[in-house]
C-alpha cells in the first residue's frame, strides 16, 4: 500500500538522522516583564527567509512569543538557511546564548529543532517536532491520519472507505488505537504505524470505542456496550483481563487515564447532565469531579504532569476549559471541543468550532491563550489526539 510505504519511510527518515540534536538543558531564564507565564515572551527573528522563516514564526508563537522587532525583543534571533540552517540567540543586551548549525534531515526539521533549542532557553519542553493524529472526513466517511504537529507532512493510515474515528497514541509507540465500522460494527483495532500492521482489538457485540492506553501501555480503558448502556472497562494491552468498572443505565464515554495509571476520569450522563468523573482503574465507585463555573462537560484528557485536566463544555457553544486534576473551579480558554494535551503540559491541541460545517484543528498555548491553526489540506478533520 502506498500510503504506508511512505509513512514506514517518513518514520524511518525521523528515527535516522543524528545530526540535528538537543541543545544541552538550560537554566530557565528570568527574562524581565516577561516572568507570568500569561505573558507573551517577545521575539525577534532576523536572516531567515521561506520555508525556515514560516516554520520558526509558528513554533515560537505556538510556544508563547510574539515576533516583534529587535528594539522590543527579550531574545534576538538571527542566522540564515543556508545549505543547513544557522542559528544564533542573543538577550537584549547581546549576549551570547546560543550558536548551532544544524546538519542532517530537511529544513523544516532543521528549523523545528533550532525552535525548540530556543524553547529550551525559556525553560519549556519544546514540542515542534512531536506528531498528532485526527481523523479526517471524506464525504460521508471519515479515515484516520498522522502528521507533524503543525499538519506538515499530513499521511492517511487509514483506507477504511468507512466512519473511523477517535485515534488515541500508545505513549512512547508509533502506535494508534482507533474505532472503525470497517466490519459493520463500530469495532476497535489497534495499529502499528512503523510495521504497518494492524488487528481487531475489540470486537464485542454493540459499541466498541473510547480505547486509550495507559502512561505505561500494559493496560486500556475503553468504552462497550455490550452488557446493555456503555460502560467503562479496562483490560491488559492483549485484549486479556477485561473488567467492568462502571455499571450505570446512562451512557459513559471518553476515559482517560491519570499520568500513575491509577485513575480513570471519564464522562457520564449519570447526574442527568454530561459531567465528568472518576474511578480507581482496579475498580470501585465512581466520583464526581467538581467543575465550578462549567456544565455539561465531556472529553477530559489529564495533563501529564498530572496537575490539570482539560475538557469540552457545551454552555450554548462548546468551551475548552481546564479545572485542577483534583476538581475546583474551571477557568475557559477558547470556544472548540476535543481537547488533548501535548507532553509538555502546556499547550493543547483542539477541534476549532466549524465553520460552515468544516473543523478546523488548532493549537493553544494555554497559559497566553494564544492560537494558530494546523495546514490543513483536505475537507473537515477533528479529533485530534497528540503523541506523547
Keep these: 500500500m502506498k500510503h504506508m510505504t511512505a509513512l514506514r519511510n517518513t518514520l524511518l527518515v525521523l528515527l535516522t538522522i543524528t545530526s540535528v540534536g538537543r541543545a544541552p538543558a538550560a537554566e530557565k531564564l528570568v527574562v524581565s516583564g516577561v516572568a507570568d507565564p500569561s505573558q507573551l515572551v517577545p521575539v525577534s527573528i532576523e536572516g531567515y527567509s521561506g520555508e525556515a522563516l514560516s516554520v520558526l514564526r509558528f513554533d515560537l508563537e505556538v510556544a508563547g512569543c510574539k515576533i516583534t522587532g529587535a528594539e522590543e525583543a527579550v531574545l534576538r534571533i538571527s542566522g540564515n538557511n543556508g545549505p543547513n540552517l544557522v542559528g544564533r540567540v542573543t538577550d537584549r543586551n547581546r549576549a551570547s546564548l546560543l550558536a548551532k548549525e544544524y546538519t542532517g534531515g530537511s529544513l523544516r526539521l532543521q528549523a523545528h529543532t533550532f525552535a525548540d533549542d530556543i524553547v529550551a532557553l525559556l525553560g519549556r519542553q519544546g514540542i515542534a517536532r512531536t506528531k498528532i493524529a485526527f481523523k479526517a472526513e471524506q464525504g460521508q466517511n471519515s479515515e484516520i491520519c498522522v502528521a507533524d504537529y503543525d499538519g506538515h507532512n499530513a499521511i492517511l493510515v487509514t483506507q477504511d472507505h468507512t466512519i473511523t474515528r477517535d485515534p488515541t497514541w500508545v505513549p512512547g509507540r508509533r502506535v494508534l488505537y482507533y474505532t472503525s465500522y470497517k466490519a459493520g460494527n463500530p469495532d476497535v483495532y489497534v495499529h502499528d504505524l512503523q510495521s504497518g500492521t494492524r488487528r481487531a482489538f475489540a470486537r464485542y457485540p454493540g459499541m466498541n470505542a473510547g480505547a486509550v492506553a495507559s502512561p505505561d501501555g500494559r493496560r486500556v480503558a475503553l468504552v462497550l456496550s455490550k452488557g446493555g448502556s456503555p460502560d467503562i472497562y479496562v483490560c491488559d494491552a492483549d485484549g486479556g483481563n477485561l473488567r ?121 498555548d494555554v497559559p497566553t491563550k494564544q492560537t494558530k491553526d494546523i495546514q490543513q489540506t483536505s475537507g473537515s478533520c477533528s479529533q485530534p489526539c497528540w503523541a506523547r
Design 244 to 364: 467492568q468498572l462502571t455499571r450505570t443505565r446512562e451512557d459513559e464515554s471518553s476515559p482517560c487515564w491519570s499520568p500513575d495509571g491509577r485513575t480513570i476520569c471519564f464522562n457520564s450522563k449519570s447526574g442527568g447532565r454530561a459531567a465528568l468523573y472518576l474511578i480507581s482503574a482496579e475498580g470501585g465507585s465512581m466520583r464526581r469531579l467538581r467543575t465550578d463555573g462549567a456544565i455539561n462537560c465531556t472529553e477530559p484528557d489529564w495533563s501529564p504532569d498530572g496537575k490539570t485536566i482539560v475538557f469540552t463544555a457545551n454552555m450554548g457553544g462548546f468551551q475548552i476549559c481546564t479545572v485542577p486534576a483534583g476538581g475546583g473551579s474551571v477557568t475557559s480558554l477558547v470556544a472548540g471541543e476535543d481537547p488533548s494535551w501535548a507532553s509538555n503540559s502546556r499547550t493543547v491541541i483542539f477541534t476549532r468550532n466549524r465553520v460552515k460545517g468544516r473543523g478546523v484543528v488548532s493549537l493553544l
